[in-house]
């Protein structure tokens, strides 16, 4: 079994400040672990995955995350906000066991950037 | 762009019609995707393909759901008999054949059920 808990609906930062998104995971086997963000009437767009090689992942467009496992989380965060990140953002686990199907999706964080 | 496609974008349907759906994955990819993502949830796993194998279903997709890739390519998902609570958007997403790869989604189409 796997589930996926983002621990804030919403976030709202200024833009030039740190951004922190964040994400604790459940899973019976080893994880892999990913960050989407969804813009308003856009595709899911992946920021980073994380996949059993180094625990500090980096992505796109700044953004990195860090897996810790003794902490089951995998946080989102950004050094420095940008009014283009006010976007919805996805915590997704996904398990290699008899195959590798679904992924699980958490409720999603909606982030606001004000200027 | 070679991304995946999905058709039709939006589709308005009265009770009780029957409505399908297209997802085209991008070419190289032998696994396809289904999820449904309803207003302030994220999306949850319908079914799973590799290639013409329909190897994974959710309990979400009850019987007026059916969804096939016949020659391991497109894809189609059938809802028979809509009701208002099939109302959501619906993902489709691609990936290579190689343990825990990343899946690429489609736009969805939003499907509206009056």
């Known amino acids: 079994a796997q589930s996926v808990t983002q621990l804030d609906s919403h976030v709202s930062v200024s833009e030039g400040t740190p951004v922190l998104l964040r994400c604790n995971y459940s899973?019976?086997?080893?994880?892999?672990l990913f960050w989407y963000v969804q813009h308003p009437n856009k595709g899911l767009q992946l920021l980073l995955k994380y996949t059993s090689a180094a625990t500090l992942v980096k992505g796109i467009n700044g953004f990195e995350a860090e897996f810790k496992k003794s902490e089951t989380s995998f946080h989102l965060t950004k050094p420095s906000a940008h009014m283009s990140d006010a976007a919805e953002y996805f915590c997704v686990v996904r398990t290699i066991n008899t195959n590798a199907g679904k992924s699980t999706f958490g409720d999603g964080t909606t982030l606001t950037v004000k200027p | 762009d070679t991304g995946v496609s999905q058709n039709p974008r939006h589709k308005i349907t009265k009770r009780g019609q029957n409505v399908t759906f297209r997802c085209d994955p991008i070419s190289e990819h032998n696994r396809l995707y289904w999820y449904r993502q309803t207003l302030g949830q994220g999306p949850e796993f319908l079914t799973y393909?590799?290639?013409?194998?329909?190897?994974?279903k959710s309990r979400l997709l009850s019987d007026r759901f059916s969804a096939e890739r016949p020659k391991g390519s497109f894809s189609t998902l059938e809802i028979q008999r809509t009701e208002q609570g099939d109302s959501a958007m619906y993902l489709c997403?691609?990936?290579?054949?190689?343990?825990?790869?990343?899946?690429?989604f489609g736009p969805g189409t939003r499907l509206t059920v009056l």
């Open positions: 393909f590799q290639n013409e194998a329909q190897l994974e």
């Open positions: 997403a691609s990936s290579p054949d190689r343990g825990v790869a990343t899946q690429y």
């Open positions: 899973s019976s086997y080893s994880p892999s």
